[in-house]
């Protein structure tokens, strides 16, 4: 959105192994990204989603598997790592630096970029997000949820990302608002062609937007399909999805 | 009247280097959520370095630049081999360690150095200055010290709000998992941290070390009167460090004066206290502790 990404890219994982201590969570889950398409990653509380997302972002350290991004593994890099290599995780609830303006936020997400290109990139931000160019110099804090998931999305483009990882964006919004964090997403795929992993658990939601989609149960890929495909499988709503 | 703005400007002068010792220790405590007991045997340490090479050389100005160096070096190192392996564990394994270090570089200082008082040069001259035939209780050194305190204090705020390694600085200090999330090297940061600490202490300990003696130990009650500056500030704000320090500054120099210079050290742990009882999070604290 920001401005067309030219060398979007295609996530492919592999045989992902990974947990807390002794508890394994994810127990060999493969998922593949289409660059420019949206992927849904569904299922029920517990299933794997958000540790997925952290395995891939480098919080939790896989123990086997591969997380392949234009060829190069960023298997076991650090998050920081993780994030220069162009995969933006907006992480679920509140990642916003409260402490700091809704400007600074975003110029920390901006510093990723080469100098010259800052300046414009926030103009394109601002223009793009009213609602954070009237509240700029504000204390990040201060803003409402709805506000402060756009800032999070908006800080994580602001890196300039190659792959967008989002951990339920809707989570605690308002119905309005959540169509609108669900437009904008839509948005991002369709002018921006950003390849972006959806972790949702309205996989209603997230089915309409989505163009693939798996189905996470107990740290394995129970289903992997077409999103439409996935919203017409009464079997599959009814077991995991619970629509 | 002629006393009372005595005591007010000498206090002040003390006050600078509460200021400088608090401002160092409230980095760390932003940065690292790391109480540095050692903070003051680290100055003391640069201290002892910069006289090596002042008597060596006789260039004051010398010594001088190899202290803020050799302070950047130790808390850059103290960082990496020491407080790192701490982190992510139980508040008091980095209390336990930093008090560790404060009795091993005390130690080692006295290995190195022996343990008896040094005197030490000042920059500028001690003579006390006087408007007339007024004397004022201060001299040019002790100009020389606010200036540096006030200068330092000053690069440092414009560092922190108006550049980049300063958005990191704040950005790792208030949340590091975001901050890694956005690329910042948060690692790099907090040794960068620790550097700029142990450069503010070792410019304390220039600044102080001329009125106390140098000795293995000289730093110690300079260290407690730091910490009670960054404490009445609330731990957590530069500015209220810094505002901490003149505070204690001017209560001590009063009770010094007009009370007796016996007990300058007892109010100063009593402060302490006071705070700390009655308002743990900082004089000028309005809203609760920060939200997360």
């Given at each position: 959105m920001?401005e067309p990404v030219r060398?979007?890219?295609?996530?492919?994982?592999e045989?992902?192994?990974a947990?807390?201590?002794?508890v394994?969570?994810l127990r060999g889950?493969?998922?593949?990204?289409?660059?420019g398409?949206?992927?849904?990653v569904?299922?029920?509380?517990g299933?794997g989603?958000?540790?997925?997302?952290r395995?891939?972002?480098g919080?939790?350290r896989?123990?086997r598997?591969?997380?392949?991004?234009s060829?190069?593994d960023?298997?076991?890099r650090?998050p920081?790592?993780v994030?220069?290599a162009?995969?933006?995780?907006?992480?679920?609830g509140q990642g916003v630096?409260?402490?700091?303006?809704?400007?600074?936020?975003?110029q920390?997400?901006?510093?990723?970029?080469?100098?010259?290109?800052?300046?414009?990139?926030l103009?394109?931000i601002?223009?793009r997000?009213?609602?954070?160019a009237?509240r700029r110099?504000?204390?990040?804090?201060t803003?409402?949820g709805?506000e402060?998931?756009m800032l999070?999305?908006?800080?994580?483009?602001?890196?300039?990302?190659r792959v967008?990882?989002l951990?339920?964006?809707s989570?605690?919004?308002?119905?309005k608002?959540?169509?609108?964090?669900?437009?904008?997403?839509?948005?991002?795929?369709?002018?921006?062609?950003l390849?972006?992993v959806?972790?949702?658990?309205?996989?209603?939601?997230?089915?309409?937007i989505?163009d693939?989609g798996?189905?996470l149960?107990?740290g394995?890929v129970?289903?992997?399909?077409?999103?439409?495909a996935?919203a017409?499988?009464?079997?599959?709503?009814?077991h995991?999805?619970?629509? | 009247m002629?006393?009372?703005?005595?005591?007010t400007?000498?206090?002040?002068?003390?006050?600078?280097?509460?200021?400088?010792?608090?401002?160092?220790?409230?980095?760390i405590?932003?940065?690292?959520r790391v109480?540095?007991y050692?903070?003051g045997?680290?100055?003391?340490?640069?201290?002892?370095?910069?006289?090596l090479?002042?008597n060596a050389?006789?260039?004051y100005?010398?010594?001088f630049?190899?202290?803020?160096a050799?302070g950047l070096v130790?808390?850059?190192v103290?960082e990496?081999?020491?407080?790192?392996?701490?982190?992510?564990?139980?508040?008091?394994?980095?209390?336990i360690?930093s008090?560790g270090l404060?009795?091993?570089?005390?130690?080692l200082?006295?290995?190195?150095?022996?343990?008896?008082n040094?005197?030490?040069p000042p920059?500028?001259?001690?003579?006390g200055?006087?408007?007339?035939?007024?004397a004022?209780?201060i001299?040019?050194?002790?100009?020389?010290?606010a200036?540096?305190v006030?200068?330092?204090a000053g690069v440092f705020?414009?560092v922190?709000?108006y550049?980049?390694?300063?958005?990191?600085?704040?950005?790792?200090a208030?949340?590091p998992a975001?901050?890694?999330?956005l690329?910042?090297?948060?690692?790099r940061m907090?040794?960068?941290?620790w550097?700029?600490?142990?450069?503010?202490?070792?410019?304390?300990?220039?600044l102080v070390?001329?009125s106390?003696?140098?000795?293995?130990?000289?730093?110690?009650?300079?260290?407690?009167?730091g910490f009670?500056?960054a404490v009445?500030?609330?731990?957590?704000s530069?500015?209220?460090?810094?505002?901490?320090?003149?505070?204690?500054g001017v209560?001590?120099?009063?009770?010094?004066?007009?009370l007796?210079?016996?007990?300058?050290?007892l109010?100063?742990?009593?402060?302490?206290?006071?705070?700390l009882?009655?308002r743990?999070?900082?004089?000028?604290?309005?809203a609760?502790?920060?939200?997360?």
């Amino acid at each position: 959105m920001v401005e067309p990404v030219r060398d979007s890219a295609t996530l492919v994982i592999e045989d992902l192994v990974a947990g807390y201590g002794a508890v394994q969570v994810l127990r060999g889950v493969s998922v593949t990204a289409p660059a420019g398409t949206i992927t849904a990653v569904l299922g029920a509380n517990g299933a794997g989603k958000t540790t997925l997302l952290r395995a891939i972002d480098g919080s939790v350290r896989p123990r086997r598997g591969r997380i392949r991004l234009s060829g190069a593994d960023v298997a076991g890099r650090r998050p920081e790592e993780v994030a220069r290599a162009g995969i933006a995780h907006v992480p679920e609830g509140q990642g916003v630096i409260t402490e700091l303006t809704v400007a600074e936020n975003l110029q920390l997400g901006l510093l990723l970029r080469p100098r010259a290109d800052r300046k414009a990139a926030l103009a394109e931000i601002y223009r793009r997000f009213a609602i954070l160019a009237d509240r700029r110099n504000r204390a990040a804090g201060t803003l409402s949820g709805g506000e402060r998931q756009m800032l999070v999305i908006a800080r994580a483009l602001a890196t300039a990302p190659r792959v967008l990882l989002l951990d339920e964006p809707s989570l605690g919004l308002a119905p309005k608002v959540v169509s609108n964090v669900l437009e904008l997403i839509k948005g991002l795929r369709d002018e921006a062609g950003l390849t972006i992993v959806l972790v949702e658990q309205n996989a209603r939601s997230a089915l309409a937007i989505a163009d693939t989609g798996i189905v996470l149960n107990l740290g394995a890929v129970v289903a992997s399909a077409p999103a439409a495909a996935l919203a017409a499988d009464d079997a599959l709503r009814r077991h995991y999805l619970g629509f | 009247m002629v006393e009372f703005l005595n005591f007010t400007l000498e206090g002040l002068s003390a006050g600078m280097i509460y200021a400088a010792i608090g401002l160092s220790l409230v980095l760390i405590w932003r940065g690292t959520r790391v109480l540095n007991y050692a903070q003051g045997a680290m100055a003391m340490f640069t201290s002892y370095l910069a006289l090596l090479v002042i008597n060596a050389t006789g260039n004051y100005w010398l010594g001088f630049a190899v202290a803020l160096a050799s302070g950047l070096v130790i808390g850059a190192v103290v960082e990496r081999v020491v407080i790192r392996q701490v982190t992510g564990k139980p508040p008091l394994n980095a209390v336990i360690v930093s008090i560790g270090l404060l009795i091993g570089i005390e130690g080692l200082a006295g290995l190195l150095f022996g343990s008896n008082n040094r005197s030490f040069p000042p920059a500028y001259s001690i003579n006390g200055l006087s408007i007339g035939s007024v004397a004022l209780g201060i001299t040019w050194n002790d100009v020389f010290t606010a200036v540096a305190v006030l200068a330092a204090a000053g690069v440092f705020a414009v560092v922190f709000r108006y550049t980049t390694v300063g958005l990191r600085l704040r950005a790792t200090a208030f949340s590091p998992a975001v901050a890694r999330l956005l690329g910042v090297r948060v690692g790099r940061m907090l040794t960068l941290g620790w550097a700029l600490a142990g450069l503010l202490g070792a410019l304390a300990g220039m600044l102080v070390t001329p009125s106390t003696f140098l000795s293995p130990n000289s730093m110690d009650v300079i260290f407690v009167l730091g910490f009670t500056a960054a404490v009445i500030g609330g731990l957590e704000s530069p500015a209220g460090a810094v505002a901490g320090g003149l505070i204690l500054g001017v209560v001590l120099s009063y009770a010094g004066g007009y009370l007796n210079s016996q007990v300058v050290n007892l109010f100063g742990l009593a402060a302490l206290l006071l705070v700390l009882m009655l308002r743990p999070n900082g004089l000028f604290s309005s809203a609760p502790a920060r939200r997360v």
